[in-house]
C-alpha cells in the first residue's frame, strides 16, 4: 500500500537547521509531485511549505520560507528531502510530506496519502 514515512524531526534553537526526509513506497514514485506541508500547534490547516515536480525541475515554495528552504528529491531512491535553514521558532510544528498528481497547487486538499508528520521544534 502507499506509504509516505518522514523523518528528521528534532528540536533547533532559532537560527539553526534541520534536514526532513520523506521516503515513499507503494506507489511509482517519479509519477507523482510532492510536497511538504506543516501544522503549527492549536492549527488545524497544513500549511503548503515547498513542493518539487515529478522530475524535480520545478520547486514552489511558501513566501515565508523561501530564500531558507530547499525541497530535493531522489527518485532512484524514492525520497524527497526538505533542508531547512534559519528556522525560527514561529516555524515549529508537525512537517507532512504528500503526493499530487496536479501541477501548480498548494492546498493540502489537493494532495494525499499524508505521512505521520515529524516533530520539528525550534527554541527562541
Known amino acids: 500500500q502507499v506509504e509516505l514515512v518522514e523523518s528528521g524531526g528534532g528540536s533547533v534553537q532559532a537560527g539553526g537547521s534541520l534536514r526532513l526526509s520523506c521516503a515513499a513506497s507503494g506507489f511509482t514514485f517519479s509519477d507523482y509531485r510532492m510536497g511538504w506541508f506543516r501544522r503549527a500547534p492549536g492549527k488545524e490547516e497544513r500549511e503548503f511549505v515547498a513542493?518539487?515536480?515529478?522530475?524535480?525541475?520545478?520547486?514552489n515554495y511558501a513566501d515565508s520560507v523561501k530564500g531558507r528552504f530547499t525541497v530535493a528529491r531522489d527518485n532512484a531512491k524514492n525520497t524527497v528531502d526538505l533542508q531547512m535553514n534559519s528556522l525560527k521558532p514561529e516555524e515549529a510544528a508537525v512537517y507532512y510530506c504528500?503526493?499530487?498528481?496536479?501541477?501548480?497547487?498548494?492546498?493540502?486538499?489537493?494532495?494525499?496519502?499524508w505521512g505521520q508528520g515529524t516533530q520539528v521544534t525550534v527554541s527562541s
Open positions: 504528500a503526493k499530487t498528481h496536479l501541477d501548480d497547487t498548494y492546498g493540502s486538499g489537493d494532495f494525499t496519502s
Open positions: 513542493a518539487i515536480s515529478w522530475s524535480g525541475s520545478t520547486t
